[in-house]
Structure formats: structure tokens, C-alpha cells
């Protein structure tokens, strides 16, 4: 079935550091890729997305680029401010077809330091 | 903020003890989704709804059940709650545009402790 890898956190950066966190996926044919954000005792809220290869989606200082050959679709962001500490999740989804419910990763926590 | 209420936010349980979640939206959005958040491994789908009397099972519905008897309702029971079911709980919500681009909304969560 459908899947969606992300790396394991935490990942603790001081503000202004650049963040990467790595999303893969594996999926019979060619999903939507998104980003969500958890921010602490909030629901998840979309940060970001992709329909199509080689799209770059982006929200916020945010970034990520639909990679088909590597299936992947890494978040980053050039500099991290403190406000920006939450969980994110990666996830997909088969939005032409029947198959519309997301299908996330396990997420991943970021925690900035001032 | 789209209005997705959850009830309870907090609940206590026992073993084999029914529990029923309530998810109640005043947006009038067709699609109505209830998902399972648990260290590890993220949310997970256990029923979700196309729209009044019209729901289906996600990969962890087992020991679950939903109902959808009004557009604005949604209910997640637990007939007899295992230890397992501990989770927070989540309601989502979309609407008939933006579930075709992925879009969900989602309520602040139901955190369930069984004993």
C-alpha cells in the first residue's frame, strides 16, 4: 500500500538556520504531496503542496519540490524562526481518483532555540 | 478558523466500556474524515464520510464504528474500548473544492486514555 518516511526527530536548530526535513514516499502511480504543520495543542493545518512532478510548493518561507525520480519531497526553509517549532508531517494523496484521504508520515517534530 | 467542534476533549476511560466522540462542523462540508494520532506513526485513517448515511472504513477501523445521520455530525464509537485505543483523536472536514486539492480541516482533538 501507499506510504509516506520522514526522518526522526527531534531536530533542534537555533533560529535562523536553514531546515531540511526529508519526505519520501512509496505509492502505485503518482500522488499529490503535501506538508502539514501541528503547531502545540492545535490541529494540523496545510503548509504547503504538490500535484504534479517537478511543482515546488511553498507557504511561509517554506519550500518543497516534487522529486518523481527520488520520490521525495523534502520541506525547507532558509531560516527558522522560534514561532515555527511544531510537528510537521508529510503526507499524500490520489486527488483524481476515489482515493482522496490523505495518507501521512509519522511526522516530525522541530523544536528552534532563540 | 473553519468551525470543527470536538467533544469530549478529554475523556478517562475503562476497559470494555463504550465511548462515543462527537464531531460537530458549521461549515456544511460534504467530506468528514476521523483520524487516530499516535507516537510513531502519525495520523491514521479509521472511518471517513462522503457526505449524510454515506461512510466507509480506513486501515484502522477495527473496533470502531462512525455514524452520519446529519450533515453537521459525525460520530466515532468505541464499543468496547481496549487499551489500544488510547490515541488522540482527530476530526477532519472538507468540502467538495478543496478535498480535490487535498485540503483538510481539522478539529484541536479528542484525547482518549483507556485503563
Known amino acids: 500500500g501507499d506510504s509516506v518516511t520522514q526522518m526522526e526527530g527531534p531536530v533542534t536548530l537555533s533560529e535562523e538556520a536553514f531546515l531540511t526535513i526529508n519526505c519520501t514516499y512509496t505509492?502505485?502511480?503518482?500522488?499529490?504531496l503535501f506538508w502539514y504543520v501541528q503547531y502545540p495543542g492545535e490541529g494540523l493545518q496545510l503548509l504547503l503542496k504538490a500535484t504534479k512532478a517537478d511543482d515546488k510548493g511553498s507557504n511561509k518561507g517554506f519550500e518543497a519540490t516534487y522529486r518523481k525520480e527520488t520520490t521525495s519531497f523534502h520541506l525547507e526553509k532558509g531560516s527558522v524562526q522560534v514561532s515555527d517549532s511544531a510537528v510537521y508531517f508529510c503526507a499524500l494523496s490520489f486527488l483524481d481518483t476515489g482515493r482522496r484521504a490523505l495518507t501521512f508520515g509519522s511526522g516530525t517534530r522541530l523544536q528552534v532555540q532563540p | 478558523d473553519a468551525g470543527i467542534t470536538q467533544s469530549p476533549r478529554h475523556k478517562v476511560t475503562e476497559t470494555g466500556t463504550p465511548v462515543t466522540l462527537r464531531c460537530h462542523q458549521t461549515?456544511?462540508?460534504?467530506?468528514m474524515y476521523w483520524y487516530r494520532q499516535d507516537p510513531g506513526h502519525g495520523l491514521r485513517l479509521i472511518h471517513y464520510s462522503y457526505g449524510v448515511k454515506d461512510t466507509d472504513k480506513g486501515e484502522v477501523s477495527d473496533g470502531y464504528s462512525v455514524s452520519r445521520s446529519k450533515t453537521e455530525d459525525f460520530l466515532l464509537t468505541l464499543e468496547s474500548a481496549t487499551s489500544s485505543q488510547t490515541s488522540v483523536y482527530f476530526c477532519a472536514i472538507s468540502d467538495r473544492d478543496r478535498v480535490n486539492t487535498g485540503e483538510l480541516f481539522f478539529g484541536e482533538g479528542s484525547r482518549l486514555t483507556v485503563l
Open positions: 461549515e456544511n462540508h460534504r467530506y
Open positions: 505509492a502505485t502511480g503518482y500522488p499529490s
